[in-house]
Each structure stands twice: as structure tokens, then as C-alpha cells.
């Protein structure tokens, strides 16, 4: 139960941190930093990027808390609704995500990073709407476990990011292609392994 606390908090930090761009100006700040003033001055970029933050965050906030057993079983049908506007979020963030890989700082190795991200982050998405629309709820409730630890992506890029560019490589860009694929490959594989256990425990049961 203690393991939510640290969980739970950086979701909800990650998630609010979008703000910040609407409060700051912050076009050479953050990620913002290494992108060209024309890229910035783009508006399709521009939309892109605030939808992906945005609609990010709200997945970030939203997430969390569909992974409680005994929440769900008490609030059903708030559930239901909150699972509604979450995959909605990752819908538009993934989409508007994958837009803005092809002009990733970094180069072709981060384009393909968080491409691939915004692909598997889509595509879980999917099958977990799929999968409950159909009644599967322990199909959905594996895809779902999948997507959120995509969506997690977020909480882990921010944590990686500053060890390896000021304790490893000493440089952003190393640091940063390396973050493209770290910051969501180990987060799948836990994933993974939860279902794996998941699926053994309801096998002895």
C-alpha cells in the first residue's frame, strides 16, 4: 500500500507540470530549449505540442487511479466514466505525440524512440477498448496495466533524463537519445512481468 504513495505523487506531479507552460513563457525553457524558433513558431507544431502536454497530463491524472480493486468495486460507473476520458486522453496525446517524433531533438534515433512509443501507447489504447466493449475485462484490465505504464513514460523521462545527462554522459543529447527508448522499454517490461504474475495467481486461485 505504501508503494502508491511515491506512485501516486509522481503522476500527479508529471500530470500538473503541463501548467507550467501556460503560466511561463517557456519557449527557451525545458524541452523547448533545443527546438529551432521556427519549429516553434510552426502552428501545427505548436497545436501538436500543447495537445500532447495537455491531453497528456490528463492522462497522467486520470490514470492512477483506475488500479484500484476496491475503488472500482465501490465506484463503478465513475470508473467507467473516468476510463472513458482517460483512453480519450491518450487518443489525442499519442496522436498529436507521433506528430511531433518526426521533429524530435536528437535525430533519427529519438524520432524512432518516441514513435514507437506513441504507436504501442495508440495501439494498447485500442485493444483495451476493444477488449472490455467485447467483455473481457481481464484482456482489459491487462491492456490497460500496458498503456499506463506507456503513459508513465512521462514520470520516468523526467527522472532519467537529469542521471544520465548530469551523472553519466555529462551532455543533453546522449543522454537524451538514450531517454527515448529508457524511459518506456523498462516500463513495459514491468508491466509484463505484473500480468505474468497476475495471470499466475488467478491460475492457482
Not at 495537455?54 to 497522467?60: D, H, K, N, T, V
Not at 543529447?173 to 512481468?193: G, Q, T
Amino acid at each position: 500500500m505504501l508503494g502508491w504513495i511515491p506512485f501516486v505523487f509522481l503522476a500527479m506531479a508529471t500530470g500538473l507540470y503541463p501548467l507550467i507552460y501556460y503560466l511561463v513563457d517557456m519557449h527557451d525553457k525545458g524541452f523547448l530549449t533545443n527546438k529551432p524558433a521556427a519549429l516553434q513558431a510552426d502552428p501545427v507544431w505548436h497545436l501538436a505540442f500543447y495537445t500532447h502536454i495537455s491531453f497528456g497530463g490528463i492522462a497522467l491524472l486520470s490514470g492512477w487511479s483506475q488500479f484500484s480493486a476496491k475503488w472500482r468495486s465501490r465506484r463503478l460507473e465513475l470508473h467507467r466514466w473516468l476510463g472513458r476520458g482517460y483512453l480519450i486522453a491518450v487518443l489525442f496525446s499519442s496522436l498529436a505525440g507521433l506528430y511531433i517524433a518526426f521533429f524530435a531533438t536528437g535525430g533519427i534515433i529519438c524520432s524512432t524512440g518516441f514513435g514507437t512509443l506513441a504507436l504501442l501507447w495508440l495501439g494498447s489504447a485500442v485493444q483495451a477498448y476493444a477488449s472490455i466493449r467485447k467483455g473481457y475485462v481481464d484482456q482489459h484490465r491487462d491492456w490497460m496495466t500496458v498503456n499506463y505504464s506507456l503513459t508513465f513514460a512521462a514520470v520516468t523521462l523526467r527522472i532519467w533524463l537529469p542521471i544520465l545527462q548530469y551523472h553519466v554522459f555529462h551532455d543533453f543529447m546522449p543522454a537524451y537519445r538514450i531517454v527515448a527508448w529508457w524511459s518506456w522499454v523498462p516500463n513495459l517490461i514491468v508491466a509484463m512481468m505484473i500480468i505474468r504474475k497476475r495471470r499466475r495467481v488467478a491460475i492457482k486461485a
